[in-house]
C-alpha cells in the first residue's frame, strides 16, 4: 500500500515531513517511527491521500490526534519544573499579536470578570474579591511557540479554586477564556484543575502591568505561551469545542509544553 502511494505522489517526501512535524512527540513515542510512511498516514488517520484536500484533510485529522494523545498522556499530579528567584530572566519578554504600544488599557475601577456557562450562578467577579482569596506564587517557565522561553514569577489564585467557588460542572470538557483585546484560547478540564494552575493578578510581586495582562492572566506551566491569555473578560465553562485565536488558525489546541 505504501509503495504505490508512494509512487503516485511525487511529493511523498514533503507530506511525510509536514505530518512528522504535526506529530508531537508523544504520538510518536507511542507508535514508533513505523507509521511515518504515507501508508501509516493514511491508516493513522482513516483519510485518503490522493489530492492536496485529502493531504489537509489528514494534516488536519493528525493535529486532532495530536490533542487526543496530549490529553491521554497529560498527568494531572505531575508539576512543571520551578526554578529559584535569581533565575527569572530580566526583562521578561513581551509578546501579542499586534505591538507593546497597542496593549489594551483595562480601567480597574469598572472593570468585572465574567464566568458563565456550566456554572451554578452565573455572576460577574470583581478583582477585590479575587485579591480576598488565597493567594500562592510561582516561579516557572513560559515557552513561547515562536522559539524563546523565559523563567517568570507570577501571583494569584488557584484556578480550581476560582471554578470551585464559581459552581463550575468540572465534568464539562473545556474552560473558555475571552480577552479585553478580543484574544480568545481554550483549555482541557484537567489543566484547567491542574495545582500550578492560577488566574495570576501580579507578576515579580507587584500588580500585573498591562503589558503583561492587566487585570489577569491565566498562567499554566504545563501550556505553550499561546494557551495563556492576558487581559481575560470572560471565562466560559462548556461541552462545545470553542477553539481560539490561534487555534483557529492551525495551532495545535491542546498547546502542552
Ligand atoms: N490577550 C492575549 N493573551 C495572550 C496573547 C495575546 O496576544 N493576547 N499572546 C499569547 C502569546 S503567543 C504569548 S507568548 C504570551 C506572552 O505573554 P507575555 O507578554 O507576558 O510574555 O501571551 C499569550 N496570551
Ligand atoms: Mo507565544
Not at 49 to 58: F, P, R
Not at 139 to 162: L, M
Not at 192 to 212: M, S
Request: glycine share 8%; net charge positive; with cysteine.
Amino acid at each position: 500500500m505504501s509503495l504505490k502511494l508512494f509512487k503516485s505522489r511525487p511529493d511523498a517526501e514533503l507530506i511525510i515531513k509536514d505530518a512528522a512535524k504535526e506529530l508531537k512527540a508523544p504520538a510518536r513515542r507511542l507508535f514508533g517511527k513505523r507509521i511515518l510512511s504515507l501508508g501509516g498516514l493514511a491508516m493513522l488517520s482513516g483519510c485518503s491521500i490522493t489530492d492536496d484536500k485529502s493531504v489537509n484533510a489528514m494534516l488536519r485529522r493528525i493535529s486532532f490526534f495530536n490533542d487526543d494523545v496530549q490529553a491521554l498522556l497529560f498527568d494531572p499530579n505531575k508539576l512543571a519544573p520551578t526554578y529559584p528567584e535569581s533565575m527569572i530572566t530580566r526583562p521578561f519578554p513581551f509578546n501579542a499579536f499586534y505591538d507593546i504600544d497597542e496593549v489594551p488599557e483595562v480601567d480597574p475601577s469598572t472593570y468585572k470578570l465574567e464566568i458563565d456557562g456550566l456554572v451554578k450562578g452565573k455572576r460577574v467577579w470583581t478583582l477585590d474579591e479575587l485579591h480576598a482569596m488565597p493567594q500562592e506564587s510561582q516561579v516557572t517557565r513560559h515557552i513561547c511557540i515562536e522559539g524563546w522561553s523565559a523563567i517568570g514569577k507570577w501571583g494569584g489564585v488557584r484556578f480550581a479554586q476560582v471554578l470551585a467557588r464559581a459552581g463550575a460542572d468540572t465534568s464539562a470538557k473545556y474552560v473558555a477564556f475571552h480577552c479585553a483585546d478580543n484574544y480568545s484560547t481554550s483549555i482541557d478540564m484537567p489543566t484547567a484543575l491542574h495545582a500550578q494552575t492560577l488566574l495570576t493578578l501580579t507578576y515579580d510581586g507587584q500588580i500585573l502591568p498591562p503589558k503583561y495582562g492587566f487585570p489577569m492572566k491565566l498562567r499554566m506551566p504545563t501550556k505553550l505561551g499561546y494557551k495563556n491569555p492576558k487581559h481575560i473578560v470572560a471565562i466560559t465553562v462548556t461541552n462545545d469545542y470553542p477553539g481560539g485565536y490561534w487555534e483557529n488558525q492551525g495551532y495545535n489546541w491542546f498547546g502542552g509544553s
